[in-house]
């Protein structure tokens, strides 16, 4: 009786994913996600029609050997910021320079050979708007 692997196959080649050295055939490949466009609507109902200006985003990670996470910050469906967070740290946070608006996104992503990371939180620190539908 062993544990389970995951693993995946692609043409004749298969891979063990769980691996120490993240890395395929010795190259790199991009390990990404996107969070869902959050109006935040979720904390409080009433956030769905105000503004909200986006101040900072902290991550709380689980410290890896080496890694590093790159987030672009998508604001009303446009990308308005990228930022770069160091995953070998427990929490970091990075100062937003985003802008106002109704909803916000994240795509976490790391594509670099032998590096890893793994993110437990997101926080997106903001302040409350008003209600202004004009733009």
């Given at each position: 009786?062993?544990?389970?692997?995951?693993?995946?196959?692609?043409?004749?080649?298969?891979?063990?994913?769980?691996?120490?050295?993240?890395?395929?055939?010795?190259?790199?490949?991009?390990?990404?996600?996107?969070?869902?466009?959050?109006?935040?609507?979720?904390?409080?109902?009433?956030?769905?029609?105000?503004?909200?200006?986006?101040?900072?985003?902290?991550?709380?990670?689980?410290?890896?050997?080496?890694?590093?996470?790159?987030?672009?910050?998508?604001?009303?469906?446009?990308?308005?910021?990228?930022l770069?967070?160091?995953?070998?740290?427990?929490?970091?946070?990075?100062?937003?320079?985003?802008?106002?608006?109704?909803?916000?996104?994240?795509?976490?992503?790391n594509?670099?050979?032998?590096?890893?990371?793994?993110?437990?939180?997101?926080?997106?620190w903001?302040?409350?708007?008003?209600?202004?539908?004009?733009?």
């Amino acid at each position: 009786g062993g544990s389970d692997v995951p693993a995946l196959a692609e043409g004749n080649k298969v891979y063990v994913s769980d691996q120490s050295a993240r890395n395929k055939a010795g190259a790199a490949y991009t390990a990404s996600y996107q969070l869902p466009h959050l109006d935040l609507s979720h904390i409080d109902p009433s956030l769905r029609w105000r503004r909200k200006t986006f101040e900072h985003l902290e991550l709380l990670m689980e410290p890896v050997s080496a890694g590093t996470i790159a987030v672009a910050v998508y604001v009303d469906n446009v990308l308005r910021q990228s930022l770069t967070f160091d995953a070998t740290k427990r929490r970091e946070r990075k100062k937003l320079n985003v802008g106002d608006g109704y909803n916000v996104s994240l795509v976490v992503s790391n594509a670099v050979v032998n590096e890893d990371f793994k993110v437990l939180s997101h926080v997106v620190w903001f302040k409350v708007g008003n209600e202004d539908q004009s733009r």
